[in-house]
């Protein structure tokens, strides 16, 4: 790695909470599941709070990571199959709402790619996140281009 790239990993704060909340609303549902009235609902919830808990652990072990070095960004987020993204590509970094969610996306040059939207919890805010891609893209675009 480059001694001069930034490395910025989500925060494990939400992904310990998710993991907290659906080993409880799994164990509830396990619990159903001895109740032959709610057996139906137990299952279902042993099922859907099984894979929120596979995630969570995901999240845990393969967190959203960001790389920024001279050449572009890398990026990272469940699966341990990173996204390289060249400056040169990065046509604008913009912020965006979903519903209370503000987040970050980056716009590619047409051709170059599909855009990526970095949501999550990083451990800066939105705007603070797209200051920092924009200055890391501004300073070092011309130079990869």
């Known amino acids: 790695m480059d001694p001069s790239a930034q490395v910025i990993t989500s925060s494990r704060a939400r992904p310990i909470l998710l993991l907290g909340l659906a080993l409880v609303m799994w164990a509830a549902s396990a ?7 709610h057996a139906a609902a137990g299952r ?3 099922v859907v709070f099984g894979l929120i808990t596979l995630l969570a652990l995901l999240s845990l072990v393969w967190g959203p990571r960001l790389v920024l070095d001279a050449q572009g960004l890398q990026f990272r987020a469940l699966l341990p199959v ?13 912020l965006q709402r979903f519903g209370a969610t503000r987040f970050v996306k980056i716009v590619m040059h047409p051709g170059r790619g599909s855009d990526l939207a970095l949501g999550g919890s990083w451990p800066m805010s939105a705007d603070q996140l797209a200051a920092l891609l924009d200055s890391w893209r501004t300073r070092h675009a011309h130079a990869a281009a």
């Open 82 to 94: 990173p996204r390289r993204c060249a400056w040169s590509d990065i046509e604008r970094i913009d």
């Open 44 to 46: 279902l919830g042993v």
């Open 31 to 37: 619990w159903l599941l001895a109740q032959p009235e």
